[in-house]
T-cell receptor, first 112, second 113 residues
Framework: KQEVTQIPAALSVPEGENLVLNCSFTDSAIYNLQWFRQDPGKGLTSLLLIQSSQREQTSGRLNASLDKSSGRSTLYIAASQPGDSATYLCAVENSGTYKYIFGTGTRLKVLA | SQTIHQWPATLVQPVGSPLSLECTVEGTSNPNLYWYRQAAGRGLQLLFYSVGIGQISSEVPQNLSASRPQDRQFILSSKKLLLSDSGFYLC????????????FGPGTRLTVL
């Protein structure tokens, strides 16, 4: 059974820092991995999608990498801003299921 | 462009009362549809998913049921709510034909008293 873990659970950093959020999964037979952002009381917004044949994806100040063999993904946020404060969730789709398994998220606070 | 709607946005219901939450998707056809619940301090739990009209798969045995009466409409129901049904309910969709990015609605906050 696929399990997804995110470390740390919470993180507080000063504005301008580069930071790394970690996601690990137990079953390496994944098709896709997505990183989402969730603001308090809101739905999830898709940030980056990495397909199994890819090693990384970039969007603006965000870069996500995927290492299937080790069951890990990282989300790198460059030059963090207070507006980046939110909960970040990763989710993996096991091969061909169209069902995503979610981690419990990392709650990020960027201090001005 | 595609959009997804959920209503109501918030709901407070007494224990034992019925429930109906609605989700509709615009701008796409034949999507895969999903209901998730997010309890306080916990991750997203997949409750139901549907690959087509009338096709519902349940992921977790519980007090809830789902229906898909139309291609772009997904309904979450209960005949009698329990305290443990409180949470944030999210509807999501995937196009399912090669595009696997998942998109979420704004959610419904349900409080059962």
């Amino acid at each position: 059974k696929q399990e997804v873990t995110q470390i740390p659970a919470a993180l507080s950093v000063p504005e301008g820092e580069n930071l790394v959020l970690n996601c690990s999964f137990t079953d390496s037979a994944i098709y896709n991995l997505q990183w989402f952002r969730q603001d308090p009381g809101k739905g999830l917004t898709s940030l980056l999608l990495i397909q199994s044949s890819q090693r990384e994806q970039t969007s603006g100040r965000l870069n996500a990498s995927l290492d299937k063999s080790s069951g890990r993904s990282t989300l790198y946020i460059a030059a963090s801003q207070p507006g980046d404060s939110a909960t970040y969730l990763c989710a993996v789709e096991n091969s061909g299921t169209y069902k995503y398994i979610f981690g419990t998220g990392t709650r990020l606070k960027v201090l001005a | 462009s595609q959009t997804i709607h959920q209503w109501p946005a918030t709901l407070v219901q007494p224990v034992g009362s019925p429930l109906s939450l609605e989700c509709t998707v615009e701008g796409t056809s034949n999507p895969n549809l999903y209901w998730y619940r997010q309890a306080a301090g916990r991750g997203l739990q997949l409750l139901f998913y549907s690959v087509g009209i009338g096709q519902i798969s349940s992921e977790v045995p519980q007090n809830l049921s789902a229906s898909r009466p139309q291609d772009r409409q997904f309904i979450l129901s209960s005949k009698k709510l329990l305290l443990s049904d409180s949470g944030f309910y999210l509807c999501a969709w995937i196009l399912g034909t090669g595009e696997v990015r998942q998109f979420f609605g704004p959610g419904t906050r349900l409080t059962v008293l």
